[in-house]
Structure formats: C-alpha cells, structure tokens
C-alpha cells in the first residue's frame, strides 16, 4: 500500500473500496495469448511487464486493489511446464511485486489515493484447468485440499501483499479448507465464492456457506466473484446478514463463457445501477471479474465517490 494509507481493513471501516477488473480481459485486449492451462500465470514468467502493464490500466482507471496474476499459478500447475519448485515459488512472490510496481507507476503518473495488493489464491479446480472450479467437490478431503493450498499461501504470503484473495471458491468444502491454510500467516484474507442463484456453485445455502467465515478472524471481507452480475445482490446481504463482515463483490459482466467454442457469448449486464444496491446491502470491495475492464472500474469508481 501506499506509505501514508491505511490498513485495508481499516479503510473498509470508513467506506467502499474499488477493486480492479479482470486481469485476463485486460491481458487478452492487449494482445496476449491466454489459451495455456496456466492462462494469466503463464505470462509472470514469459512477459512479466505486461503484467504490471494490467495492473496499472485499473490503478488509472479508478482501482483501490490490484488482484495477482496468481489466480492460476500453482506448484502443481508449473511443474507440468517442467518449471521447478523454487522458481514456481519466485514466479508466485513475482506476482506480488508486479502489482507493487504498478502502484509506484501510478504514483509515479500522480495517482495519490491508497493503493493495496491482493494477492490472488484460486481453487483446486483452477489449477485442473478443466472448469472444475465451477463445480467443486473433487473428492477430495478438507484436509487434503488445506494440504493443497497451504505452501502458496505461505509464499504469496511471504511477498507481503496487504491481503490475500481467497477466491472462486466453489464449494464449502474448499472454503473450509482454506481458512485452515490462512491460519498463522499474518496476513487478512477475503474470502469469495462463485455461486449459482442464491446457492454456491456446489448447491450449498449460502448462509451455510458465508457462516463459515463469520469468527474467522484473518478474514476482513467475505462475498462472491465469477458469477452473474444479477446474482450477486442476495449474496451481499446475505453474507452481510450471517457474518457482519464488510462484504467484497466482484461478479462477471454477464456474459456467457461457451466452453467448446473457447468464446464468450451474449452481452453484458453490469449496471451502476446494481453497484449502488451492493453497497447499500453492505459491499464494501466492489470490482469485477471476468470481461469487467477499466471503462467499468472508472464507472464503479464513479458510483462509490457519488455515494
């Protein structure tokens, strides 16, 4: 964060927060290549600076929060590409710093206002590649999955990010599983889940799963993110409602993602209209995820300062 900001948590005491957008459309507008099972993480180590190019396009547009490129990036994941596991560990710390130097670039083109790093913890699924995410319950234990994301957040959390992105997550599950493996870092997290309706991805009550949160006190925000924009009101009171935490939303433009085709479809719903209701249900970190750009950070960020 900026040298004079406040803690992250501190500033969601005061107000809203705007987080950026989707860092795979940013990356795909400017011309790069995603179609790699590490999509994104694929370019910390083959072209690093577009990374920070990413990043800095949100701080510009209005953005509080940079979230990783490391959504994607996992020990498993790089060992595939035949990457070892202490560069898999840099390439992850690397994430990190790419999102910092993004913030001394907009103080440097005389941004002022807080600027934070999130640093972005996926689900198992992500690291299938095989949509997965979508689904959870992968027959794997809760112990087995904390055993599973564990050793990258300790070195995400080791890069020193101002909070870790505990997001997609699927299923309560995986949730669970990952508020073990923040235990003892030393760093806040938010916790996000993809849901279906007003059920998570895997068919759980939401207020089953956003409880889980609620006394876990590494977790400064609990929400949804990936999902349809019109789904995304009842989970922000809802998770408002069963924990008290400030609320952290960041759905999908709408659109529709066609798996065979590798091609989006349909047409954006996201509405300022929606992001005012989400704040008045108790979001506090409002962004967006998957083919969410800067022109609509700029508008989100327009709608906070309106407030």
Aim: glycine share 10%; hydrophobic share 45%.
């Amino acid at each position: 964060m900026t040298s004079d900001a406040p803690g992250l948590a501190d500033a969601l005491a005061v107000g809203p927060v705007v987080l950026d957008g989707g860092m795979s459309n940013q990356l795909a507008s400017a011309g790069h290549d995603l179609s790699d099972e590490l999509w994104s993480a694929r370019l910390l180590a083959e072209r690093p600076e577009a990374v920070t190019e990413a990043h800095l396009a949100y701080f510009t547009a209005g953005a509080n929060v940079a979230i990783t490129a490391s959504y994607q990036a996992t020990f498993e994941g790089f060992a595939r590409r035949g990457i070892a596991r202490a560069k898999a560990a840099r390439l992850l710390a690397l994430s990190v710093e790419l999102a910092r130097e993004a913030a001394r670039q907009a103080r440097d083109e005389g941004i002022v206002r807080p600027l934070w790093v999130a640093a972005s913890a996926g689900p198992y699924g992500a690291m299938l590649a095989d949509g997965s995410e979508y689904r959870g319950r992968y027959g794997l234990s809760v112990g087995e999955l904390e055993r599973f994301h564990r050793p990258r957040l300790e070195v995400l959390a080791a890069a020193a990010p101002d909070v870790l992105a505990l997001e997609t997550v699927p299923d309560t599950d995986e949730a669970a599983a990952l508020l073990r493996a923040v235990r003892g870092l030393g760093v806040p997290a938010w916790l996000s889940y993809t849901v279906d309706g007003e059920r998570t991805r895997a068919g759980q009550p939401l207020d089953e799963a956003f409880g889980l949160a609620a006394d876990a006190d590494e977790v400064i925000a609990v929400g949804v993110n990936c999902c349809a924009p019109g789904d995304a009101e009842h989970a922000v009171a809802t998770a408002a409602r069963v924990t008290g935490k400030p609320v952290v939303v960041y759905p999908n433009s709408g659109e529709t993602w066609d798996a065979s085709a590798r091609a989006w479809t349909g047409r954006s719903t996201f509405t300022t209209t929606q992001v005012t209701s989400w704040r008045d249900a108790g979001a506090r970190l409002i962004g967006g995820c998957c083919r969410v750009g800067p022109k609509v950070i700029t508008s989100i960020a327009r709608t906070v300062a309106g407030a």
